[in-house]
């Protein structure tokens, strides 16, 4: 297979560039600068991707890489601080400009250089630098510049060295898609290999092949990865995979019985359906503190999950649903950010697989999501919104009970539908009701009530890191109002959180 590396020099844009790669049909990993040249040099890479990233290249503690990387033959694309590096690295000259040029700007194209074949001559680009390259190296020839960029992109064309100041793999980018596609498929020289069907075809064999004629036994949420890899796995062994479905009762409502539905006579598999919401109840009574119902809700999950394992299935594989960004999110160099993702479990020492799976581990979500649909899951589950592992524990806001969480799934079953039946829901990332434990006055017929508040939280974003709060239409919003106080029972009035992320978060506890 076809393989780009993305060499990662501190930028939040690496994953964006290797998905933006991987949509034009061509592999690519991510790896931090810190990686040794061997590793570049024998991992088979068509082409190598230098990031950008927030440094200056003349400051001794900013990401570096030995100048041999340009010399291994393999064709290099530097983006923003990458371009600046590539120029450094072989002698080229670096300043520091008086003011930052950022945002839309047009340049003007060489468009005999084979990146910028086929796009026209001044075009759109997103940039995003105050340094910039004043002298190019020997060899190298300007092939784009904008009004206060002399060197927009530059070029050995011999070499294959190429480097562009601007952005290519943000959509604000008029042809930067078209710019990589050059890279790759003109540059680089590779055909696209990188399709779902074979991933599929290709994982499934491997699959027998490591499995066997042994059991495989699958943690199943309801979320997306850990039902795609479900539904992977039982193509590839059918009921020798067990999958285990803990139902804390903290789902949205129905949600346990649509997962069960899904998975329990469409696919071929062993499903166990365990529901423990009493047990959960009972564990959180009298607890408000949100980090202690974490801790709890994880902890008992943790112990009702692995006593059921123990108890039957610890002879064959375990499967996981770990996907490519859980893993660099974890493997991160900074060690205050590392973290043990949630889709990777730890396993408690006393239980012995013959090993771990991951079949998902190498795919991006939206990777993850195409699979899902090629073998066949429901439209609504593939595309779940992220739903917190501690699920309405964190949404009922105070002490969590029977009733509250009632409540609180009847208003979100209401805000779901309104919110579909309107077609609004392509437009929001994620959307839901909480029930923050206020009570109000407020009068229906002739009487007096004194009941719950329900406050309506929806975001749009690219990745959670940071949010906006949706401008849903005031009439939506005014129907969702008046349809959780009349069908929803023990709520008496309806709030909409207008607050972006940061300051606040998505969730409220
Ligand atoms: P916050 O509230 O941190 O949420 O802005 C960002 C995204 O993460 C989800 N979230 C969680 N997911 N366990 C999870 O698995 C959690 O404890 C948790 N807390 C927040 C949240 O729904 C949003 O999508």
Not at 31 to 45: D, F, I, N, Q, R
Not at 90 to 112: C, P, V
Not at 159 to 164: F, I, N, P, S, T
Not at 181 to 193: A, I, P
Request: aromatic fraction near 10%.
């Amino acid at each position: 297979m076809e393989k780009i590396l993305v060499l990662n020099f501190g930028g939040q844009y690496d994953q964006l560039i290797a998905r933006r790669v991987r949509d034009l049909n061509v592999y690519a990993e991510i790896l931090p600068y810190t990686v040794p040249l061997e590793t570049v040099a024998e991992g088979g890479y068509r082409g190598i991707i230098f990031t950008g990233g927030p440094n200056s290249v003349y400051l001794e503690e900013s990401p570096h890489y030995t100048p041999e990387i340009l010399k291994l033959g393999i064709p290099v694309l530097g983006i923003c601080y990458g371009a600046q590096l590539m120029s450094y690295m072989l002698g080229g000259t670096i300043e520091h400009a008086g003011t930052r040029e950022y945002g839309l700007t047009q340049i003007r194209a060489d468009h005999s250089s084979l990146l910028f074949k086929g796009i026209p001559e001044t075009n759109n680009v997103w940039m995003s630098h105050t340094d910039y390259i004043s002298g190019v190296p020997e060899g190298f020839a300007v092939t784009a510049v904008s009004e206060n960029c002399p060197c927009a992109a530059m070029e050995n064309e011999e070499q294959r060295l190429y480097a562009v100041q601007f952005h290519p793999e943000v959509t604000h980018s008029e042809y930067g898609r078209a710019m990589l596609s050059n890279f790759l498929f003109l540059v680089c020289g590779c055909r696209g290999d990188w399709v779902m069907d074979d991933f599929i075809e290709k994982t499934v064999q491997e699959l027998r092949e490591t499995i066997g004629d042994r059991g495989v036994v699958l943690g199943l949420s309801g979320g997306v990865d850990s039902s795609v890899a479900a539904a992977l796995l039982s193509r590839a062994v059918g009921r020798q995979l067990t999958c285990v479905f803990v139902d804390q009762g903290l789902m949205r409502k129905d949600e346990g019985d649509m997962v069960e539905e899904a998975f329990k006579d469409a696919f071929e598999m062993n499903f166990v359906r365990i529901n423990c919401q009493e047990k959960f109840l009972s564990y959180l009574k009298g607890v408000t503190d949100p980090e202690e119902k974490r801790i709890i809700i994880g902890t008992q999950f943790y112990k009702v999950f692995w006593d059921e394992i123990r108890a039957r299935y610890s002879q064959g594989f375990f499967a996981q649903g770990t996907i490519y960004p859980d893993r660099i999110e974890s493997g991160k160099g900074d060690a205050a950010k590392i973290k043990t993702h949630h889709n990777q479990v730890g396993l408690p020492e006393d239980v012995h697989f013959k090993g771990v799976i991951e079949p998902l581990k190498d795919l991006f979500k939206d990777e993850v999501r195409r699979v899902g649909e090629k073998l066949g899951l429901p439209h609504d589950l593939v595309w779940r919104q992220p739903f917190p592992g501690p699920g309405l524990g964190v949404r009922v806001i105070g002490e969590v009970t029977a009733e509250r969480v009632r409540i609180l799934q009847n208003a979100d079953a209401v805000l779901r539908d309104e919110i579909r039946r309107s077609g609004y829901e392509d437009q929001l990332s994620q959307f839901f009701a909480v029930l923050p434990g206020v009570r109000t006055v407020g009068v229906m017929g002739d009487a007096r009530t004194y009941s719950e508040l329900v406050a309506i939280r929806a975001v749009t974003t690219d990745d959670f890191m940071t949010a906006d709060w949706a401008k849903i239409p005031c009439d939506i919003l005014g129907r969702i109002s008046s349809r959780i106080i009349n069908e929803v029972e023990g709520v008496n009035r309806v709030v909409y959180d207008i607050t972006s992320k940061p300051p606040a978060t998505v969730e409220w506890e």
